[in-house]
């Protein structure tokens, strides 16, 4: 995945540099055709923003830029009036190359995506946000609106502060739709976010707990997802599951229309047929759908893109057609079928998406053992200990045979199921080496295999070994 699209000309350095409110401190000649924040990712024509990290800064990795063939840098004052000297000295001889400064290098790149896509006045913008399911509901829109007319998909999860303004440079004139994902872990950020995209369709899937140790309760959540309809001025339509437990809240002074969806909202529903591992019969509108995905929790996010979809006036026809083509994110809800069949859901991980698969995984019926490779949930503050206890809880509970735990914060989870005297084997490690071993040691042909944990843990590497590749 890379995060811009190259192709002609998006802006001239003036036009960047009046649009991220920056002065232009290097003219080049050269127009600028995408931008990135990763000098890994520069290529010929492109914008680099040089920003601030934790592990490292930005503009450390300029000349990396301009060896790549960068266009244009946008750099910070402070790094401008300390380095100046050093970047003019690597910018002589390469006359196409500008250097924009502003006073913060990510307001700077909200600023230029903002403006960039105020451009595009007639283009329809979709937002999706909640704590589980918006990526998943993002691709299947996606799916059915590539169907009916021009669009542009927010790739991968690229839905932060950062990643959202980069997905803003891959509009493009003939672009009618966009569906883009809007995703958050603290305080003020959606206002942000909402202002540079200001959607003109909202979907909130659901209000749960993901990043609830920087936000602080669900109810902070949903306030905070809720300003995905700030910028609603009464012409705007929002979509909110029929059962949310903070439909009111959202609802309440939403300048535009609320629409619900779910298996009593959405219109012409007329229910489904659960194929486990193969996904889902949907009968809708006379038509009976084959949904790829599995479990309840993707059919509620194909229902509310058939909401969308049908509320924006897209064939039944385009709608069947893509929802039957959607397919899964790598390490989303993935199956691979062997002499083990893996279901690999280890991009994220938070208690609900957990109890999400669990009762998917449970209800499943199958022949051999259920086997869970479990990895630690992050960003849940103080209610980690007590969040990871239940997750141990409920693992517990249910039917797996055996149970592989990985990372410092699953040791809670561990005590949990040991002192309920689980009948099946349970281990806990926070070395990788010992968990690859001890799992390769204990499968069998015909287990069913879950793994599932958050991005940190990086479970994905299991992956080779099991599927032979």
Partial sequence: MTDTVVGKDLLSPEQACRFADGHLAVAGSRNIQGVVVDSRQVEEGLLFVALPGERADGHEFIPQALERGATALLVASNQWSGRQGQLRGLLEGIPTVSVIV???TLRGLQNLAKAYLSRFPDLMRIGITGSNGKTTTKEILGSIFALDRPTVISQGNLNSEIGLPLSCFQVRAGH?????ELGINHPGEMEVLADIYRPDVAVITNIGTAHIGFLGSREAIAREKKKILHYFDGIQKAFIYEAESFSDLLKDGVQGEVIHFGPRSTRGFEGSEDL???GTIIHWEGLRIRFPLFGAHNLRNALASISVSAELGISKENIKQGLEKTRPLVGR???FRGPVTIIQDCYNANPDSFRQVFGFVF??????????VLGAMKELGEQSQEAH??????????DFQGLFLFGEEMEEAFRQIRDRDFKGMVSWTTDFQSLRESLQSYLREGDLLLIKGSRTAELERLMPELVGG
Avoid: M, Y
Avoid at 389 to 398: D, P
């Fill in 276 to 278: 486990g591992l193969d």
């Fill in 389 to 398: 206890r239940q997750i141990g809880t409920e693992a517990g509970e249910g």
């Fill in 102 to 104: 502003v006073d913060n």
């Fill in 363 to 372: 209800a499943l019926p199958w022949p051999g053992r259920k086997i869970g």
């Fill in 333 to 335: 809800s993935q199956i």
């Fill in 176 to 180: 009618h739709c966009s569906v883009f």
